[in-house]
């Protein structure tokens, strides 16, 4: 991948909402899945921000409707975050000033492993490899500023 967007203010740059659009596989079952919707970062009122993501994810040919919401919290240096599940409890930091950050998220036996990339202003994307003896996935989603989608513009999703 060539050049890297810089980002000095994490938060800052993911206010908003974005369209979304995931891959699911399976490298174990070969099986594949996608997710279309939107994800929006609005402000909390103890300050950071509150990701809320809702869509459809179809899996096995059968569509469903789809949702989390995680929290991006002020990180321990300026510009950096502290992501953390919708209940509070931690997920990982993210930190964005090279326009990549390598994030790992033990969860049981299985380790979540999460590249995130910014491609330019309007653009990011986050791979997530996902293994263990319960998992053995690769999510692959990417972002884009709905505030950037024109009339003409091509969609994700």
């Not at 390598?102 to 293994?131: I, K, M, N, Q």
């Amino acid at each position: 991948m060539g050049e890297f967007w810089p980002v000095p203010d994490v938060l800052a740059y993911l206010a908003g909402s974005w369209r979304v659009r995931r891959t699911v596989r399976d490298l174990a079952s070969g099986d594949e899945g996608d997710f279309s919707g939107t994800t929006d970062f609005g402000a909390l009122p103890e300050g950071g921000l509150l990701h809320t993501e809702s869509g459809t994810f179809t899996w096995r040919g059968v569509a469903r409707p789809a949702e989390r919401t995680l929290r991006f919290l002020p990180g321990p240096v300026p510009g950096a975050a502290d992501v953390r599940f919708g209940d509070g409890r931690p997920f990982h930091a993210l930190e964005l000033t090279t326009g990549r950050y390598v994030a790992d998220h033990p969860c049981s036996a299985d380790l979540y492993r999460g590249e995130f990339t910014v491609l330019d202003a309007d653009r990011w994307r986050t791979v997530w490899r996902v293994g263990g003896p319960a998992k053995d996935l690769v999510l692959s989603t990417d972002y884009l500023r709905m505030d950037h989608l024109g009339a003409d513009s091509p969609r994700v999703g």
